[in-house]
């Protein structure tokens, strides 16, 4: 190459990267972020707040700068609690509905605005104040000042920055408005996680562990409170906690995210009909509705108000909505013919007026994203936990009480809902005995697994109908539907499955369960009556997963990229965290006035014993009160086998990585000027225990903390 084609070349990219560097700092720029950007804080016991008060409020809550994910996440859950620990915002629980106005975006929002330039232009603003314009508004400030309009029109205006009467830097501002509707089960609710946790007193005249409710409850300093105590809804839902940082990562917008999943909640029972018997129901006044004189009848004092379709529906509709035409109807209704579990409830779909799905016929509000985690339910997860974890058998050496005890063991399992995992095909005696024990209770996990495809397609049809989908249409589309696969939380460390030695009964993870099982009764000094197995064996482990998580995320992966929708692929959010690992494992072994829910553990998902440490529902005096006014809980337990809140992050955190939820987010962090930066903000999930700690085993041999 000669010496003047050299040159040229460095002449022409002295050019262009000169070019592009001056076109980078052409002059200074608005930059500028909403501060009220998540709709629940505007709102304090249904009570409108000020915009600048909703901002003060979410500052805590953001994600700040040179924070990852994980970081937030973990400072959110361990330091900054629930939002909603006694307000439940615009949330109404004795109506079952949101404030209407909770999906309009607010007519004032909380703006921040200010310069950004070079620093040699900085140098030379600064020298001389700004003028900041909205309309025929003026102000005059510092430079390098942000300028904040506490009380800005989410109308938008055109903002312009002057200096000497000649015009520097003009932005339009207008918040854009996003909302989240987030329904299903418990794995969506953040059932395991109340945004108030059981309070424990010091209590010398009970033993600890309790050997019974009664004994449990006179522990009970303040019972556990959730954001909604009927559904065991809460702020740690890795839903909730995902449209946390489409808020936080989103700076010209406002969120609004409209959380209806229930605990307990399936296709039918919950999403398509008012769910029956939720997990807040009154122990003394409400019965399951198998225990009905009529099973199919909807309770108005024990069952939810509104299928979370239609309070989707009603909420989202800028009128009021009507209900669904019957041929509608019966074409969602004929996508579940011939199911096999449930069949009674197809018919709930229409018979009462109070049930009859609904619709809206103006134009919904637009909604960007519906997370959705159902299914669970439908093939028996309860049922499921019941049969790995009460027990079959007992240890009595003399058959007559021997027969006497399987008795109780069959009342109890019958209480609990009790479902197999599969129906075993061999021919042994203890196959035959199991198979016969099996089809007592009912269907199978694995054959309620084949009815997941047309649940879901009547599903699918009613989100259609009543969400107005549309794939050609800008409205909801298909891809913005985001469904969760269920997290896998049998496997410690290692990639080992977690199991109980089978038939022990030494203290373990699940020790809380004798509370509400008879107690152990000694025979003349000699024999053990009642002497409850209650374990989780590694061969029930490998059970659960080969014949249900497996086949059930199988058959929602499927059914779900059949229909366009993003399947988020959670299977692995707890590898190597399963029940087994951490510490504070053993009931005996904890001070429950000590006991803190939130602190980061190596296991992510709850045990028996976390589940009444942290959720215990009521005091003695409620247990044994009959007053009309009092709700008495019983979802002490419900927490087990589900997320605890550093799972519902990883789970989050999944999500967030696997969609594009937050694409049209600024990702570039704001300048220091906007947001304060505190502590360590690298801190991480994976942080475990000590491997003393997650080592531990529970057995009897192990020294119990004394009670002080």
Known sequence: MGSKGYFLIVALTTYFVGSAVAASFAGPRIEWEVGNRYRAFDYKAGVKQSAEQSAKQFEGYRQEAGENVEGWFKRIIEQQHSPYIADPGPWNESTGKYEKDFVNVPKLVFVKAHLVTDKDRTEVLTQKPCIWRISTNETSQPCNDPFVIAGFDSGGAKVSVLQDGVEIASAEIKPDFKIILGLGDSYAAGEGNPDSPTKWEENAKRKWPPV??????????????????????????????????????????????????????????????????????????????????????????????????????????????????????????????????????????????????????????????????????????????????????????????????????????????????????????????????????????????HDIPQRYRALKLALEEILQMDPHEKTLTPDKIILNLYPNPLYKTGGALCGNPGGSNDENEWRAIHTVLPPSKSLFGLLTLYNWEVNFTADEARDVEGHVINPLNRALKEIGQEFGWQVISTESAMKDRGWCTGNSRCLSHVNPTEWSPYTSRSRFIRTANDSLLTQWPRTTMESESKDSKIIERENGFYGMFHPNAQGHAAIAKVLVDQTQIASSINTEPMPELLLSSSGDKLLTLTQRDSVADEDATCDSKVIVKKNK
């Open 212 to 449: 019974n409710d009664t004994a449990t409850g006179d522990r009970v300093l303040k019972t556990a409170q959730w954001w909604s105590n009927r559904c065991d809804r809460s702020f740690y839902s890795y839903q909730s906690l995902a449209a946390l940082h489409v808020a936080s990562a989103n700076p010209h917008a406002v969120v609004a995210f409209v959380h209806l999943a229930c605990s307990g909640a399936e296709i039918i029972d919950g999403l398509l009909a008012p769910q029956r018997f939720p997990p807040g129901h009154s122990m003394h006044r409400c019965q399951p509705p198998f225990e009905r004189s009529d099973p199919n009848k909807w309770d108005k004092q024990c069952d939810v108000p509104y299928s979370q379709l239609n309070a989707a529906v009603d909420l989202l509709c800028p009128e009021a909505s009507k209900p669904l035409e019957s041929d509608k109807i019966n074409k969602i209704k004929s996508a579940l013919k011939g199911i096999w579990h449930n069949k009674a409830q197809v018919n709930w779909l229409n018979e009462q007026p109070k049930e009859r799905l609904r619709f809206c016929q103006k134009p919904l509000r637009k909604i960007d994203y519906v997370l959705i985690s159902i299914g669970g339910n439908d093939v028996g997860f309860s049922g499921l936990i019941a049969d790995a974890l009460l027990p079959r058998d007992t240890h009595i050496r003399t058959p007559l009480l021997g027969k006497l005890a399987k008795q109780i063991v069959q009342i109890v399992q019958k209480e609990g809902k009790v479902v197999c995992p599969y129906l075993p095909a061999g021919t042994s005696p203890e196959d035959l005995k199991r198979q016969k024990q099996c089809r007592e209770y009912g269907l199978s996990a694995q054959t309620r697994i």
